[in-house]
């Protein structure tokens, strides 16, 4: 086991036993307090969260009531006097068929009609009990209402109806014309905040009776309970805008939070025992848990992260020369490789030059190894600045150094080293006052079709040894 792995599996014992400690105290700490908690904070958001998502859930029919209300049409067909009721019929099912509602319905103020998308549906009238929210409505300040009543049209069904007052350019009340939202989505909103948070989730209404409840709701409240004040259930959660009430039924504590749904006239209630609160404890110690898990994780990479950086430089230092600060034979031939096959894959020339200076060894048994460094390292960053960016330059051993020249043919890498020759031929080395030039002797290749990478530094090796032979001070192109 190297080791990197070794830190790290302590790095990771070490957070995860304080993570788990702290987790635990605050557990046994949180049980304390919980109780008060939940009352004045949790159940109160939970009904936040339900009453924002109903309210959405009506934003849109609200927004298509009101476009019926607004529409050129609806408007000019009852001015006109209610001519052909098929075209009032198909715009009602085209609003129905468009945005998904339940149903869509008109009904005119001067004949007293209901349209429906299925056509005339009945005639309304003030002594009908079933028709007095068309009434209320018609005198109701603002521009719509909402009310929950039973779709006579769709078997007595429980919708959310719309109202939306149809108003002429000259302030003339024409009628009621909406949409109707089923409140299935409402119950599958308490259906999942009821599996999510296991707590009853429920609507009663002004009498206390419950209204809208999921399929597992363990019973309506007893409104006449004696609370420890003296007052009732009723007294607190039926007379009030919002509400909390804390009370004993048994051996378990029960816990109430109400507030008032003016859309609904009901009141949303969340209930909660003492029996899950346990089970909440228990939820959130497994969040804490995970939290830390994650933060363990994150500091783990991080340290990960680091060490491997450190060993990345380790890594770099395998790869650069010290003394020069270029790339080493070790760093040049993946690169070497890599732009050889990428040249062969696009056609392009590849060049390759190997520099020696000439008879290095004099300099050194002269001034000694110690300067000789000197002068390899200054010979390096003058051959840095002699060649472009994207040529790449490598230390190939003692005073050899190797250039790859991409995109480039034998005779523009030849014109390139040939001008190294004479910027050194007028660069002058200096040792205690005394002064002189390196010349160099160097062997060109360039890449053929035949060629792999060992061919072309073999080439060039050959055109450096020929120049040697020759006299040294030229450059031979193989």
Request: some cysteine; proline content about 2%; overall charge neutral.
């Amino acid at each position: 086991m190297s080791k990197k792995v070794k830190i790290m599996l302590v790095l990771c014992a070490i957070l995860s036993l304080g993570f788990i400690t702290t987790s635990m105290v605050s557990y046994f700490v949180a049980r304390d307090s919980l109780t008060h908690q939940i009352s004045t904070d949790t159940l109160p958001l939970i009904g936040d969260n339900i009453y924002s998502e109903i309210q959405q859930d009506l934003l849109k029919p609200i927004l298509i009531s009101s476009l019926m209300a607004n529409d050129s049409f609806l408007q000019d067909w009852v001015i006109n006097g209610e001519g052909d009721e098929s075209k009032v019929t198909n715009y009602l099912r085209n609003i129905q068929t468009k945005y998904g509602t339940v149903t869509s319905f008109f009904i005119s103020n001067r004949s007293f009609k209901y349209y429906h998308t299925s056509g005339f549906f009945k005639k309304i009238s003030p002594d009908a009990n079933v028709d007095q929210w068309y009434f209320l409505a018609k005198k109701a300040p603002g521009t719509h209402q909402i009310n929950i009543d039973y779709d006579q049209y769709a078997n007595n069904t429980l919708t959310v109806f719309i109202n939306y007052k149809l108003i002429d350019s000259n302030n003339n009340f024409l009628g009621i014309t909406g949409v109707g939202l089923a409140l299935n989505k409402v119950l599958n909103l308490i259906e999942s905040y009821q599996n999510k948070y296991q707590r009853d989730v429920f609507f009663l209404d002004q009498k206390g009776k419950a209204t809208l409840h999921s399929s597992s709701f363990s019973g309506n409240i007893d409104l006449n309970h004696s609370l420890a004040d003296g007052s009732t259930i009723k007294d607190k959660l039926l007379t009030q805008k919002s509400a909390t009430i804390e009370f004993w039924q048994g051996d378990k504590k029960i816990l109430l939070n109400s507030r008032y749904i003016e859309e609904f006239d009901w009141y949303l209630v969340i209930r909660q025992n003492s029996q899950s609160i346990d089970n909440d404890l228990f939820d959130s110690l497994m969040l804490n848990l995970l939290i830390s898990l994650i933060v363990t994780v994150v500091v783990l990479a991080l340290a990960w992260l680091t060490l491997s950086n450190y060993q990345s430089k380790l890594e770099e230092m395998a790869t650069t020369d010290k003394l020069t600060g270029l790339n080493n034979r070790q760093m040049f031939d993946p690169i070497l490789e890599q732009r050889f096959h990428s040249a062969a894959r696009q056609g392009s020339s590849l060049s390759l030059a190997i520099l020696d200076i000439d008879k290095f060894k004099s300099i050194n048994d002269l001034y000694g190894h110690p300067f000789g460094d000197k002068v390899l390292q200054e010979a390096a960053q003058l051959l840095k600045g002699a060649i472009r960016k994207s040529d790449v330059l490598c230390r190939w051993g003692g005073e050899e150094f190797v250039i790859l020249f991409p995109d480039t043919n034998a005779d523009q890498a030849l014109e390139i080293v040939l001008k190294i020759q004479q910027l050194f031929s007028e660069h002058q080395f200096s040792h205690q006052q005394q002064h002189f030039n390196i010349q160099w002797s160097a062997g060109v290749a360039n890449n053929t079709a035949k060629d792999q990478p060992a061919d072309l530094i073999l080439r060039a090796d050959q055109a450096l040894l020929k120049a040697k032979n020759n006299g040294r001070n030229q450059v031979i192109v193989s």
